[in-house]
């Protein structure tokens, strides 16, 4: 080939390129809108993990799993409506149990076709591997799970009182925390399962939200390894309002670790660009700490900071409200 023919062939797969990333990225632009915000309350938020945990450990077929998949319907369809929420129900084998799972979905701001995606995992670590004194127990989960899904359950009754800019469709899986330690095959059940099964086929949402740890004392977010391949443009959005906000002592402006989650098997899955808000450390060697009271029976109410709630509360509602273009 030709010198001259080669350099054309070369520009000319570049501006595809640049034009394809660009399209594909155009749902990761933001700018200031000048729009209303809505006020978060982290006291609700910590009623809702109280309701959550006094129902003891959500673990699979238990009838604390049970009733919170009861308590979860009841508050999205008092919200959202009884047609915007969905439950997904499906049985899968692990460990020789047959485990009857449920992820709920539910849908605001209908009438747009424009979305985005917030989640988390509702289901409670069957057992506390962590826990010196008690390793096979059930653990609490106030903040892996609860908390998540306490914020996003208050998110639910913002999104009902105040008109939104864009649809959101809140995702609670099921099935996150199942697996052995190192066994990943059996954790994400929830999501796995939803992204192999859509209930909406061709559903692409500009971006997903994941809440794991969000309300833990003592908690920072650094930028987690996935999210920034996967969304680098959100999670900097994020941490610029954050700072913005005075929140820059929890949403630190670190590169955190590369944590296997239920964002990672949606994007995989799906190809939505997802990200994990997530309470974790580095070490001097660049290990992923997660907190003390991590898959141990110190993950209780004790550990919940409501500041930390309001802090994310009030970074997302300004992202949600303000920051993305019509
Ligand atoms: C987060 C909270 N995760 C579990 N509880 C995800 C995770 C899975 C973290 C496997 C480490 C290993
Ligand atoms: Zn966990």
């Given at each position: 080939?030709?010198?001259?023919?080669?350099?054309?062939?070369?520009?000319?797969?570049?501006?595809?390129?640049?034009?394809?990333?660009?399209?594909?990225?155009?749902g990761l632009q933001f700018t200031e809108q000048g729009r209303s915000v809505p006020e978060y309350?982290s006291?609700?938020?910590?009623?809702?993990?109280?309701?959550?945990?006094?129902?003891?450990?959500?673990?699979?077929?238990?009838?604390?799993?049970?009733?919170?998949?009861?308590?979860?319907?009841?508050?999205?369809?008092?919200?959202?409506?009884?047609?915007?929420?969905?439950?997904?129900?499906?049985?899968?084998?692990?460990?020789?149990?047959?485990?009857?799972?449920?992820?709920?979905?539910?849908?605001?701001?209908?009438?747009?076709?424009?979305?985005i995606?917030l989640?988390?995992?509702?289901?409670?670590?069957?057992?506390?591997?962590?826990?010196?004194?008690?390793?096979?127990?059930?653990?609490?989960?106030?903040?892996?799970?609860?908390?998540?899904?306490?914020m996003?359950?208050?998110f639910?009754?913002i999104?009902?009182?105040n008109?939104l800019p864009i649809?959101v469709?809140?995702?609670?899986?099921?099935?996150?925390?199942?697996?052995?330690?190192?066994?990943?095959?059996?954790?994400?059940?929830?999501?796995?399962?939803?992204?192999?099964?859509?209930?909406?086929?061709?559903?692409?949402?500009r971006f997903g939200i994941l809440l794991?740890?969000v309300?833990?004392?003592?908690a920072i977010f650094p930028k987690e390894?996935?999210s920034m391949?996967?969304a680098p443009n959100l999670v900097n959005e994020i941490w610029s309002i954050a700072e913005e906000f005075e929140y820059d002592n929890l949403f630190i402006d670190e590169?955190g670790?590369?944590?296997?989650?239920?964002?990672?098997?949606?994007?995989?899955?799906?190809?939505?660009?997802?990200i994990n808000i997530i309470?974790?450390?580095?070490?001097?060697?660049?290990?992923?700490?997660?907190?003390?009271?991590?898959?141990?029976?110190?993950?209780?109410?004790?550990?919940?900071?409501?500041d930390v709630m309001q802090a994310v509360g009030d970074v997302l509602l300004e992202l949600i409200y303000n920051r993305i273009p019509?």
């Open positions: 080939m030709k010198k001259r023919t080669l350099y054309t062939l070369s520009i000319a797969v570049l501006l595809l390129y640049t034009f394809c990333t660009t399209e594909n990225r155009s309350s006291d609700n938020a910590y009623q809702y993990i109280v309701n959550q945990v006094n129902l003891g450990p959500r673990v699979p077929n238990t009838d604390a799993h049970r009733e919170a998949i009861q308590l979860y319907n009841r508050h999205f369809r008092e919200f959202a409506g009884n047609n915007a929420v969905f439950v997904q129900s499906f049985k899968t084998e692990v460990y020789g149990d047959s485990l009857s799972l449920y992820n709920l979905i539910a849908s605001f701001g209908t009438e747009h076709s424009d979305r995606l989640a988390e995992h509702w289901d409670s670590r069957p057992r506390g591997e962590e826990d010196p004194s008690n390793p096979d127990a059930p653990i609490p989960g106030a903040d892996d799970g609860a908390s998540g899904v306490a996003l359950m208050e639910a009754k999104f009902s009182e008109e649809g469709d809140i995702i609670l899986f099921d099935g996150e925390d199942y697996g052995m330690p190192s066994d990943l095959d059996n954790y994400f059940l929830g999501s796995r399962y939803w992204g192999n099964n859509p209930p909406v086929p061709g559903y692409s949402p794991d740890m309300g833990g004392v003592n390894g996935y391949q996967f590169r670790g590369r944590i296997s989650d239920d964002h990672i098997v949606v994007e995989q899955l799906t190809g939505i660009p997802m309470h974790h450390r580095l070490d001097e060697s660049g290990n992923v700490n997660f907190p003390p009271y991590w898959h141990t029976q110190e993950d209780n109410l004790d550990i919940i900071d409501e019509s």
